[in-house]
């Protein structure tokens, strides 16, 4: 098995996230998903840290995780099993896994 793999977003991605679409700018949501794809198929379990930006947009947080179930077929459960998230607000925390645990995946 795998070592858990830390993804902190305002390092390794950008302090300002912002926007859902790719044409929304080089640091949008979906852009955002990719790099999580690419961390999940290399990671059994995933940390992502989402202290340090300027703040998240809903759009931002629902493209981005919401969208793993949506469109890259990964279930609600399966990111409940590998990925944590660590946060000063609690409050994101769960918002972000309402995204996740709302989306439903495309037919």
């Not at 989402?50 to 609600?76: K, N």
């Not at 946060?87 to 995204?99: G, I, M, N, P």
């Amino acid at each position: 098995m795998t070592q858990a793999h830390v993804l902190t977003i305002a390092e390794d991605f950008s302090r300002f996230p912002a926007g859902r679409f790719k044409d929304d700018g080089a640091f949008s949501g979906e852009r955002f998903r990719d790099v999580l794809v690419e961390r999940l198929r290399s990671a059994e379990k995933l940390v992502i840290d989402l202290d340090g930006t300027m703040g998240y947009g809903s759009s931002f947080l629902e493209e981005a995780f919401g969208g793993l179930v949506r469109t890259c077929a990964f279930s609600a459960a399966t990111l409940h099993a590998r990925i944590e998230f660590r946060a000063t607000d609690k409050s994101l925390v769960a918002e972000v896994w309402s995204y996740i645990d709302a989306a439903k995946p495309k037919r």
